[in-house]
């Protein structure tokens, strides 16, 4: 027979109590999280800077869940307790600690049980788990506040760069950083308690040489490249035109072309800007020989310098969007368009689209039911015979209407058309001449121009049939 466990006197009466489901579901949730703190800390320690989101279970879930089971053992205790003492069937004396005492031997069974469950199952689902918190579907899916930005990112060309290494990144700072914005953002997240739509320019993200230059090169030749932008007019036929140009790139050790003004070695652009940086006054540019000129606008007071931003200019002062890039309805529909996504021979196409995108509607919802039936009511109204004949197009057209909304407008984040402004380039919003206007001058009246042919050349403005894309052999 094996001999009783010398133990203190209140130990059996413990092991007698801690018998009861609360208390057991505590030992579990300790358990689990022990486990997996011991499967994760290895990670923490060997790979926490290259995984930022692992700080959010690591110091966060796993915490909680401890310290949760801890509170659950002695409330299902003391509820016990209480219970037998009102139903007065409260022990008065207490068997000694050993394998015949049956309360003893039940405890060491179920927490053997739970030790091995949560070692083989616990330990699985821990690496799954790490994995999982710092991939792009994380931060989009799981979190609802980033639902524009991670469909966005889905139709963007950097889809297979992960979110946390533009928006985290190495380095222990960095790391701390996103720890505590993690936190945070999950308080947010449950509460309800974050900004719609979320607010930009993000203050606090990586600059440019730590992102973008880590595939981009900066000071290489870009050269020069073709653009051919489709337009479609809003009469019945929907009238195609195209637009050709040549983008001056350029880049390299030359200062000519958008990169080699920017970009070259030794060229420090400075400025100050408005909160949401859509208003220049004052910019400093520095040549490679270390030559500065200040340019500035006619309202801007030196003395009230402190009251703009101050930013050394870097790649996504005009890439704004490079991964969440929102488009506006009449770019969205020329695309589609183009695409033959909505079928341009169906006339007024483009017109009826766009009055139905720029529609008011209060949820994604309400859009799913209307955007459709409202374009197929209008060919099923106005023109019953080509409706009867080719109503499969239709229906496919109002169903790439809706996705064009779905994919750029977001009404329970407040995220319309335009909310989020794209300045690379200038057609619809001041991009490059928050600079370029001929309005910022030097003290000695050089001004900041606004050349055209200095970023690009139009071989061909909103022609039928460019003769330019014909003599280069490209045809639709």
Known sequence: MVEPLKTKPWLSPLIHLSNNPISLVGMVFITTAVVAWLFVLPVEIREGASRPYLGILFFVILPLTFFLGLALVPLGIYLRKRSEVIRQIYPA??????????????LV?????????????????????????????????????MKPEYTAYLDSPHVRVPCVECHV????????????????????????????????????????????????????????????????????QNTPAKTVLIMRIGGGSMTTGIHGFHMKP??????????????????????????STEYFTEDWDPTKADQF????????????RPSHRFLLPHDAVDRALALNQIDRTLPWAKKKSLEILQADYRTTTEAEQKIPQAFVEFYRKQYPDLYQKRRADIERSAQALLAIFKRNVFPEMNVKWG????????????????????????????????????????????????EILARLGIHE
């Open 266 to 291: 030794g060229v420090v652009i400075e400025y100050r800007a408005t909160k949401d940086r859509q208003v220049i006054p004052w910019v400093r540019y520095t040549e490679p020989n270390g030559r």
């Open 109 to 145: 069974k179920f927490l053997s049980v739970a030790t091995i469950i949560n070692v083989i199952v616990g330990g699985y689902y821990t690496h799954a788990t790490v994995t999982y918190m710092d991939s792009s579907g994380f931060c989009g899916v799981t979190c609802h506040v």
């Open 169 to 236: 990144g190495p380095g222990a700072q960095a790391q701390l950083r996103s720890k505590m914005s993690g936190v945070r953002q999950l308080v947010g997240m449950f509460t309800g308690n974050y900004p719609r739509p979320i607010p930009t320019p993000l203050k606090d993200l990586r600059p440019a040489r730590d992102t973008c230059e880590q595939c981009h090169w900066p000071q290489k030749f870009g050269g020069y490249r073709l653009n051919v932008i489709d337009k479609f007019a809003e009469d019945e």
């Open 419 to 466: 909310t989020y402004p794209d300045h690379i380039g200038h057609m619809d919003f001041p991009g490059c001449f928050r600079c370029h206007d001929d309005a910022h001058k030097s003290k000695d009246g050089r001004a900041i121009r606004q050349d055209c042919n200095a970023c690009h050349e139009l071989l061909a403005v909103e022609e039928t049939n460019p």
């Open 309 to 320: 931003e101050y930013r050394v200019m870097d790649c996504l002062d005009c890439h704004t």
């Open 93 to 106: 004396e207490f068997p000694p600690i050993s394998w015949e005492n049956p309360d003893f031997r039940r």
